[in-house]
């Protein structure tokens, strides 16, 4: 069976660093992947730690983080926490990289949502800022640049490679703008190209295999539930927050809205399929649930599938059952297609969705 984390005693945390304590007290477990060269790898990038550690056998990861962990240098400056911005004046008189990529973060924050600005946050303290953070800007060279990209396209980590080319070009770019600058050191580089792994539905045996395993595990109630909540609805992770059951439909806040837009609701009618399971959900430990568990919970249950596929297989399962895909699309909070009609003039009826989500029911059983 696949690991998929380590897992440290109360004894083994105590022998950590105490600032470290803090965080893996949090984190816990700690992610492991097994690499398609047959090597385990383990990885912790938080709080300023930026640990990865590998080897053929699982059995001796932990002893290597361990010592990793004892002999590792924490740079001071990855200390100081990133939402602590510096004034204006500071970043145009400093004119070191972390003191411009703050201040663009500063700038872009009331466009963007929390959770990008998190995001933007963990790539800087983890990939950015420790190798060109205390450089002076105007230092910065193209080749300085495309090494950095070029570690991550090494190590087969391919989108954090793209995302860092994209911030950085928009960093660069503002630098130029605000006259710091004469030119990016981007102007001449090309983004990573990769094709991005879009996840599969589960195949019926599959999905028996998971409600079996799911039934079978330890999990906590709310994550059951929760689980077989994304599985019966296609919601996002980050939809279930909001979710609730309004008559005979699951309303839930699109996650798809951007900041300054009106958050917009849909409607997902109960199928046979979720019907069965809903009398034992608690809708308030559900939106309760963070993200982060259920891909976790779902990572131990079938380490082979992420989270997401649960989303593509309620999609496809519906249109096996027959119900056509301009339907299913409205359920998913897709656009059907390019066509105004389809985006801005159809609606179709609470009575017509109900007797669409009528025909999603089938018997695992018979496929196996």
């Not at 699982?58 to 240098?73: I, R, V």
């Not at 980590?157 to 130029?176: E, H, N, W």
């Amino acid at each position: 069976m696949l690991k998929s984390a380590l897992y440290f005693t109360k004894k083994e945390i105590m022998q950590m660093p105490e600032d470290f304590q803090k965080i893996i007290t949090i984190k816990i477990p700690l992610h492991v992947r097994l690499k398609p060269n047959g090597v385990y790898e383990a990885r912790f990038r938080s709080g300023g730690y930026n640990i990865s550690v590998s080897s053929k056998k699982y059995s001796q990861l932990k002893t290597k983080f361990m010592a990793a962990l004892e002999n590792y240098n924490k740079p001071k400056e990855v200390d100081e926490p990133l939402r602590e911005f510096p004034t204006p004046e500071k970043a145009v008189e400093g004119k070191l990289f972390t003191d411009i990529a703050h201040r663009w973060l500063e700038l872009k924050a009331p466009t963007i949502k929390q959770r990008t600005y998190d995001y933007y946050v963990q790539l800087f303290g983890a990939n950015i800022l420790p190798v060109l953070g205390f450089v002076k800007l105007e230092s910065i060279k193209q080749s300085d640049v495309q090494a950095l990209i070029n570690d991550y396209i090494t190590q087969g980590k391919m989108r954090t490679a793209t995302k860092i080319f994209q911030t950085l070009k928009a960093i660069f770019d503002f630098a130029v703008g605000d006259e710091l600058i004469e030119k990016s050191p981007m102007r001449l580089l090309k983004p990573p190209k990769y094709e991005e792994k879009n996840g599969c539905a589960l195949t019926p045996e599959e999905e028996r295999q998971f409600l079996s395993l799911l039934n079978a595990s330890k999990c906590l109630p709310q994550i059951k539930d929760a689980l077989l909540f994304l599985l019966y609805t296609g919601i996002r992770r980050s939809e279930l927050a909001g979710a609730r059951i309004e008559g005979q439909f699951v309303s839930v806040i699109c996650a798809k809205t951007r900041k300054g837009f009106q958050e917009k609701r849909r409607l997902i009618p109960i199928t046979p399929m979720l019907a069965r399971w809903l009398p034992g959900f608690d809708m308030a430990a559900l939106n309760a649930v963070r993200p982060d568990a259920l891909t976790q919970a779902m990572k131990r249950l079938m380490p082979a599938h992420h989270l997401h596929e649960l989303r593509h297989t309620f999609i496809t399962r519906c249109q096996e059952c027959g119900v056509p895909r301009e339907v299913v699309s409205v359920w998913a909070g897709h656009a059907a297609d390019s066509t105004m009609t389809s985006n801005v003039y159809t609606h179709f009826s609470p009575e017509f969705m109900l007797k669409e989500a009528a025909k999603v029911i089938y018997n695992l059983e018979r496929h196996i």
